[in-house]
């Protein structure tokens, strides 16, 4: 999932109506990695889909909880019944809002979770981290 993002943001995007131009790669971060997973596996077994986790927390308190600490901005990317991470980003990057944060060259940090249960509404979850510390 890092290089199909990385992929996108060295290539520049339109998000809707605004055009993005080629921005730098995010890195891989262990702590936003454990909060995006951790949430996935929360939709999955609890089967829902919210950003806001059935206990209240936003996303910002779930990668703050994780140890992503001082961070200047957060951002969050969730998205559910995607077999594979090439079919999930299609569908966020043909969503204006999910596209942006893919985009948004304030990011410097990515984690993403994914997870699944059978007996869940939609199957699989998949939860995209952002953020960028001060």
């Not at 990385?6 to 993005?20: F, H, I, M, P």
């Not at 979850?125 to 001060?134: C, M, P, R, S």
Request: glycine share 12%; proline share 4%; aromatic share 10%.
């Amino acid at each position: 999932m890092l290089s199909l993002v990385n992929e996108v943001r060295a290539q520049g995007r339109t998000c809707g109506d605004t055009y993005y131009p080629p921005t730098g790669p995010l890195a891989h971060d262990a702590r936003l990695a454990a909060a995006a997973q951790g949430h996935a596996r929360d939709m999955a077994t609890q089967d829902y889909f919210a950003h806001d986790s059935l206990d209240g927390r936003s996303a910002a308190d779930r990668m703050t909880a994780a140890g992503y600490t001082g961070w200047r901005t957060v951002g969050e990317n969730i998205a559910a019944g995607y077999s594979s991470a090439e079919a999930v980003m299609e569908g966020w990057l043909r969503s204006p809002g999910h596209c942006r944060n893919i985009m948004n060259p304030a990011f410097e940090d990515l984690g993403v979770g994914r997870a699944s249960d059978e007996d869940s509404r939609y199957g699989t979850y998949w939860v995209q981290n952002f953020g960028a510390l001060f």
